[in-house]
């Protein structure tokens, strides 16, 4: 199971937000070159980078920011936050992101979303589908796209976009652990798809639970930066 440490960045500063809501912020660190550092020290594979500044905005202003991530290591970057335009894949894969999240833009403009798999790999896309009550939301958990999450998944592969970044809202940002009944449900319906598991990681014990399910990856974030898990003790689990 893929271990991605996760940084969620408002005014270039390192946050987490309590079920998405910008009011409920904690900063965590004011340049996140520091946490870059702890976390080359351990050798992860892959960082998960999410811009909300540009979410909230629907528009990237900087895409060379990226490059301060990628600087004298080896991480795989997936990035996502205000992806709205095929043009905009090619200055992030200069800039060094290996996989593209696309979150909104997958279900509100999804004919803008083939052209950018028409021209890029499939197999770098990830599919963000943010639920509560199984139904996907979108613009910052703020709207209803009124698509449940079996028929997104069901698009994403009809599109050979297999992987799906997959938060329960009511869990992320809160500690009390994933929501194992959606992701074991969603394991055994679709076999063929990797699910990376978002949202509610709070323990060892969660990530154990997740990697018996078969997920491919878990996405951890405010675990780490409450001291909840050490990034020796995510090391030594998994890659």
Not at 124 to 134: G, N, P, V, Y
Request: charged share 30%.
């Amino acid at each position: 199971m893929l271990i991605i440490p996760a940084i969620d960045l408002i005014d270039g500063k390192i946050v987490r937000l309590k079920q998405g809501e910008y009011n409920a912020k904690t900063i965590y660190y004011e340049n996140p070159l520091d946490f870059i550092e702890q976390i080359k020290e351990y050798d992860f594979k892959r960082l998960h980078l999410v811009n909300l500044s540009n979410a909230e905005t629907e528009k990237i202003t900087d895409f060379s920011f990226v490059n301060d991530f990628k600087f004298n290591n080896d991480l795989e970057i997936q990035y996502g936050g205000g992806i709205r335009k095929a043009f905009e894949l090619e200055h992030l894969s200069k800039a060094g992101v290996d996989y593209f999240i696309i979150g909104s833009l997958f279900f509100s403009d999804n004919n803008e979303f083939k052209k950018m798999v028409s021209l890029y790999n499939p197999e770098r896309f990830i599919i963000s589908a943010d639920i509560m009550e199984k139904n996907v939301y979108i613009r910052g958990w703020k709207e209803n796209s009124n698509i449940n999450i079996d028929d997104a998944i069901k698009m994403g592969v009809e599109l050979k976009t297999n992987t799906f970044l997959i938060t329960d809202i009511k869990r992320d940002g809160m500690l009390q652990s994933p929501n194992f009944d959606l992701y074991k449900e969603l394991q055994e319906k679709y076999p063929g798809i990797k699910i990376i598991a978002s949202g509610g990681v709070s323990s060892l014990d969660d990530l154990k639970i997740l990697e018996n399910i078969g997920v491919y990856g878990v996405v951890v974030g405010k675990a780490i930066f409450e001291n909840k898990i050490s990034l020796k003790e995510l090391k030594s689990f998994g890659n």
